[in-house]
């Protein structure tokens, strides 16, 4: 068991819960066991720290006190295991896609990812300015389905250039077409905006078609996950 603070590999694996380091390693930590089970599943799980022993069948397996796991942990609750995960792999754009443009809500970031994963979205496309898809808070709202999905970071401008065979969608409450109205193509692309400013003007211009969510005039708007979870659905339904 592993009891000091300042044990090198504790300090080295604790780094990762930093963008920069992440980078640099290639890997990042997740916490809890549902995470660490998902990521196990998938073959990306590299080694676990743990309090106590789980019914985990993974050799490399590394006990720690209590202290040792907070300072591994971001979590108030420290957890009883963690994990360290290879990042993923990024795959080819394929299929239906869902493009968010500076998306920067942990919460709504990993309740998209969960949904495309939901709703059967085959390509994730995000743009730089997004939060991590490594943000801790990211990955617990995911609940483990960012090790599903096939997510593509990238400029959405260069990406878009090359859609040529796409119906291009994006959401606008002025004047768009009614969501239960669209009839999708076969091949889509959804841009979903931020949370505080929707979707660029740059990005907006390559939008073949605009539409918009149907509610109740006392809720002004949506929350990104909320927004991006309907429509989904709803091109799920309809191809």
């Known amino acids: 068991m592993i009891e000091s603070v300042n044990n090198e590999k504790i300090k080295k694996t604790a780094k990762l819960n930093d ?71 990024e795959g080819n754009i394929v299929g239906n896609v869902l493009m968010l443009d500076g998306i920067k809500d942990p919460g709504n970031m990993g309740t998209i990812i969960r949904s495309c994963t939901a709703f059967n979205i085959d390509t994730l496309v995000i743009s730089k300015d997004s939060i991590s898809i490594y943000n801790p808070k990211v990955l617990r709202a995911s609940e483990g389905m960012i090790f599903n999905q096939n997510i593509v970071i990238a400029d959405l401008e260069n990406v878009l250039d090359n859609l040529k065979d796409y119906t291009i969608y994006t959401t606008d409450v002025n004047g768009g077409e009614d969501l239960k109205d669209i009839k999708f193509s076969k091949k889509n692309a959804i841009i979903i905006g931020s949370e505080a400013s929707g979707v660029k003007d740059t990005i907006k211009k390559y939008a073949d078609k605009k539409l918009y969510i149907k509610m109740d005039p006392l809720c002004e708007s949506l929350n990104a996950g909320v927004s991006a979870s309907i429509i989904m659905y709803e091109l799920n339904n309809k191809i």
């Open 19 to 89: 963008k920069k380091y992440q980078d640099i390693e290639n890997k990042f930590i997740i916490e809890g066991k549902h995470l660490v089970e998902e990521a196990l599943k998938k073959g990306v799980l590299e080694e676990i720290f743990l309090i106590k022993d789980e019914d985990i069948d993974f050799k490399n397996k590394t006990f720690v006190s209590e202290k040792v796991m907070r300072k591994l942990s971001t979590l108030t609750s420290i957890p009883n295991i963690l994990g360290v995960a290879k990042k993923i792999n």
